[in-house]
């Protein structure tokens, strides 16, 4: 009997043994995939600003592209970006938060829902360059809006609404349905309750998603140069009908088409930097929303 007790016993050490080595071995083998991540985006980004910084001024932050875009700055394709990425999220969000609502709220199981959610989960997997086609065959050429601030705002906008859509759907599913529950016991109607409970609850979450669907087609290359982009302007639009500068687009003309690549070389990696940097910067802004969020939550 002793001897059977301590073989079992032998047993269990050697398996909580064997346990616990391929459990360390896993884990270090996750802190070395994202230590590597990690040191792999802090290269890039030293080798971007050691190449950029030099450029870097006030001056080429506010001044427009001098001399066929050797000298002078960024000015236009900074607010070519943003006015881009502005008015995309101006066209998508209610678009975005108004179908999350249907979804998240009104919609029941069945086949239309299932088709609904299918349709979204395949748009949000469709390549850019596929959206910048779509967006150069219909706003461009059919309807007729030329390349134009207008035409590659919608085309970002739908391109990035089922991203929206989703995050903004998560952010009201996460809503505790005792709120709801409190609210029509005291004879609210579920318009009001959405309206008056649940999207002040789930803003946070919705303005997160924005935001990082704000930095996501900020970076968009493919989209711009079908349906909006211009090689170059000398200053902001002044109609929704003109086209525009953009960072993304900037960076590639001075790459690949300019007359002067190898002049340009750190006006492209001083364009990046500033990309980057507002990219870092709205991914920075969601980050704070977010825990902010939690922080309310946890109180």
Not at 77 to 98: A, Y
Not at 113 to 123: A, F, G, N, P, W
Request: proline residues 5%; charged residues 15%; contains cysteine.
């Amino acid at each position: 009997m002793y001897n059977i007790d301590t073989t079992k016993e032998s047993f269990k050490k050697v398996h909580k043994k064997k346990r616990n080595i391929r459990q360390g071995f896993f884990l270090s083998l996750i802190r070395m995939l994202g230590f590597s991540g990690a040191i792999t985006l802090f290269v890039i980004l030293l080798f971007v600003f050691y190449n950029g910084f030099q450029v870097l001024s006030w001056e080429f932050i506010t001044q427009p592209p001098l001399e066929a875009m050797t000298r002078g700055g960024i000015f236009p394709v900074i607010m070519g970006t943003i006015l881009l990425t502005s008015l995309c999220m101006l066209i998508v969000i209610p678009i975005g938060v108004v179908t999350a609502i249907f979804l998240a709220e009104y919609s029941k199981p069945g086949y239309m829902l299932k088709s609904v959610m299918m349709s979204i989960y395949t748009l949000a997997g469709v390549p850019s360059v596929v959206f910048g086609l779509f967006g150069l065959g219909v706003f461009v050429v059919m309807l007729n809006f030329g390349m134009s601030l207008l035409a590659g705002s919608i085309t970002l906008a739908i391109m990035i609404l089922p991203y929206i859509i989703s995050t903004s759907e998560e952010a009201l599913k996460a809503v505790p349905y005792s709120f709801r529950e409190a609210s029509l016991a005291c004879g609210a109607t579920k318009w009001q309750t959405i309206r008056k409970v649940v999207l002040p609850t789930a803003m946070p979450g919705i303005l997160t998603g924005a935001i990082l669907g704000t930095a996501k087609v900020s970076g968009e290359t493919a989209p711009i140069m079908f349906t909006a982009a211009a090689f170059f302007t000398s200053g902001i639009p002044r109609s929704l009908f003109e086209p525009v500068m953009a960072l993304p687009y900037h960076i590639y003309v001075l790459a690949t088409a300019g007359t002067h690549i190898e002049e340009t070389r750190p006006i492209q990696y001083g364009t990046a930097i500033v990309l980057i940097t507002l990219v870092l910067g709205m991914n920075l802004l969601g980050i704070i929303i977010r825990l902010k969020q939690r922080k309310k939550r946890a109180w």
